[in-house]
């Protein structure tokens, strides 16, 4: 029977390979982590801040509801509708609709009326609205003042219909017309359940993983075969 021994050069290698598996097991874990560890996040209409946004300047007309569309980027829970107010005046309500063919269709949910203040006006819905990436909704206002003045976004548009301000029609009546500009809204979505993207630490994560199967079953191929 013969014995079989390593060179020291071998289990200098050995244990580096070892090193670097646990290393990048390490790593991989801590990018999916990271990709996943989301708390309550805000997503928006247009840019995302007021740069290039121009307030509408006479004012938006009251009791019209205008609805601008979003494409949800995450799989979670909307809680919260809000509008960007360049001059707050009177009261404001939001809510949110399914599309329906390009249109705004059914209610999902609405806010209670609140003052209108300057900047976000973040209004909770009176229920949450579980929500899939990728899928197209209807973000919605309306208001009470004509002296009002919100932010729009120049590219896009959005729809309007007149109705009595204090509610919101269910499904959404044929809008009356359509505007070239997208009203600055945005939705919030809730941190529990935590909404889930697509992260971008997932894939390179993903990768780092299966790399390290791959050292391991390599180790274990050699380890085993027999030496001639």
């Known amino acids: 029977m013969s014995t079989k021994f390593c060179s020291r050069n071998e289990m200098v290698n ?4 070892v090193a670097f598996v646990l290393a990048t097991l390490v790593i991989g874990f801590m990018c999916v982590s990271l990709g996943f560890a989301q708390t309550e996040v805000t997503q928006e209409i247009g840019n995302a801040s007021t740069t290039g946004m121009e307030s509408i300047g006479n004012g938006v007309m009251s009791q019209y509801a205008r609805a601008s569309n979003i494409t949800a980027g995450y799989w979670g829970t909307i809680n919260k509708v809000g509008v960007n107010v360049a001059t707050p005046a009177g009261n404001i309500m939001t809510a ?3 599309d329906s063919s390009g249109s705004p269709g ?3 949910a609405s806010s209670s009326s609140a003052a209108a203040v300057s900047g976000w006006n ?3 819905l009176n229920i949450p609205v579980s929500v899939t990436a990728g899928t197209t909704y209807w973000l919605c206002f309306n208001n009470d003042d004509d002296n009002v003045d919100t932010y729009r976004d120049p590219d896009g548009s959005h729809v309007y219909v007149s109705w ?4 919101f029609q269910d499904p ?3 809008p009356a017309g359509t505007r070239p500009f997208t009203q600055h809204m945005r939705v919030t979505y809730a941190s529990d359940p935590p909404p889930e993207p697509i992260p971008e630490g997932f894939n390179i994560g993903v990768m780092i993983l299966l790399s390290s199967i791959a050292v391991i079953i390599s180790i274990q191929y050699f380890r085993k075969r027999p030496k001639l």
Do not use: N
């Open 14 to 17: 050995m244990k580096m390979v």
């Open 96 to 98: 949110i609709y399914a």
């Open 106 to 108: 059914a209610l999902l």
């Open 122 to 124: 973040d209004l909770t």
């Open 164 to 167: 009595t301000y204090g509610s």
């Open 172 to 174: 959404f009546d044929t």
